[in-house]
């Protein structure tokens, strides 16, 4: 008698191979979902950012060279200081985005999902000399590749990780109706019942529109075809005056 062979395990789906997006529980017990940037996004806002930063050193150059000798210790200083301080300073004043950064959709946040601070900002940067080795980001690329967050060693010391900025969700529009008062006093849960079906209305067709509506035809004391146009009259006076009442 022959072994049974154990069935083989059913493939993923090829989304969980590629899916490389991450949940995070901030401090305040919050879950935020995250989305590592890839190499390629990664390094081209790096290439914008050295570019910006090449024709501010040209311009700073030529206006020092009236300077003379001072002007050329001038211009060694200010090089040192947009070289390492160029990307903290975005990073920590602005949410985490350099110039590149932003133009790529792209910023810097801790590990935790929580805005970028100075020391870590600092380490991530001052550690691109280890990822430079020994040659064009060496280093830097077999870190990325070999990690799932795409990390680099300046990231992985700092706890650091650059992430896709998701755009802010735009507020679905309200029917342009005028604003009602509710005839009793809505509790939260009805508040948001109501704004949800006026938010989503236009995503509904007629019919179930007018079906969703009929169930309140009665409790708001109008005919069922004109509950419908009550509830959004409603839904823009919540969003006018905060209550239902």
């Given at each position: 008698m022959s072994a049974a062979v154990p069935p083989r395990p059913a493939?993923?789906?090829?989304?969980?191979?590629?899916?490389?997006?991450?949940?995070?529980?901030?401090?305040?017990?919050?879950d935020l979902l995250l989305r590592p940037a890839g190499v390629i996004p990664r390094a081209l806002a790096y290439l914008i950012d050295l570019g910006i930063r090449g024709l501010l050193m040209l311009a700073m150059f030529m206006l020092l060279a009236f300077l003379g000798e001072l002007g050329t210790g001038l211009g060694l200083l200010l090089t040192f200081i947009l070289t390492w301080w160029y990307m903290v300073l975005f990073e920590v004043l602005n949410q985490g985005r350099s110039p590149g950064k932003q133009l790529?959709?792209?910023?810097?946040?801790?590990?935790?999902?929580?805005?970028?601070?100075?020391?870590?900002?600092?380490?991530?940067?001052?550690?691109?000399?280890?990822?430079?080795?020994?040659?064009?980001?060496?280093?830097?690329?077999?870190?990325?590749?070999?990690n799932r967050e795409f990390k680099r060693l300046g990231d992985i010391a700092a706890g650091t990780l650059v992430i896709y900025r998701e755009p802010t969700p735009a507020r679905p529009q309200l029917p342009d109706v005028p604003p009602q008062l509710s005839p009793w006093p809505l509790s939260l849960e009805e508040q948001r019942a109501f704004m949800g079906f006026a938010e989503r209305g236009a995503s509904l067709s007629a019919a179930r529109r007018e079906e969703l509506a009929g169930i309140l035809a009665e409790p708001l004391g109008v005919p069922a075809a004109q509950a419908e146009a009550r509830i959004n009259g409603i839904a823009r006076g919540l969003l006018g005056s905060g209550n239902g009442r």
């Amino acid at each position: 008698m022959s072994a049974a062979v154990p069935p083989r395990p059913a493939n993923p789906p090829p989304g969980a191979l590629l899916d490389t997006r991450q949940r995070v529980e901030t401090p305040e017990g919050i879950d935020l979902l995250l989305r590592p940037a890839g190499v390629i996004p990664r390094a081209l806002a790096y290439l914008i950012d050295l570019g910006i930063r090449g024709l501010l050193m040209l311009a700073m150059f030529m206006l020092l060279a009236f300077l003379g000798e001072l002007g050329t210790g001038l211009g060694l200083l200010l090089t040192f200081i947009l070289t390492w301080w160029y990307m903290v300073l975005f990073e920590v004043l602005n949410q985490g985005r350099s110039p590149g950064k932003q133009l790529m959709g792209l910023r810097v946040v801790h590990d935790d999902g929580t805005p970028v601070g100075w020391s870590a900002s600092l380490l991530r940067n001052l550690l691109r000399f280890a990822d430079i080795l020994p040659f064009g980001y060496t280093l830097g690329l077999l870190s990325c590749l070999s990690n799932r967050e795409f990390k680099r060693l300046g990231d992985i010391a700092a706890g650091t990780l650059v992430i896709y900025r998701e755009p802010t969700p735009a507020r679905p529009q309200l029917p342009d109706v005028p604003p009602q008062l509710s005839p009793w006093p809505l509790s939260l849960e009805e508040q948001r019942a109501f704004m949800g079906f006026a938010e989503r209305g236009a995503s509904l067709s007629a019919a179930r529109r007018e079906e969703l509506a009929g169930i309140l035809a009665e409790p708001l004391g109008v005919p069922a075809a004109q509950a419908e146009a009550r509830i959004n009259g409603i839904a823009r006076g919540l969003l006018g005056s905060g209550n239902g009442r």
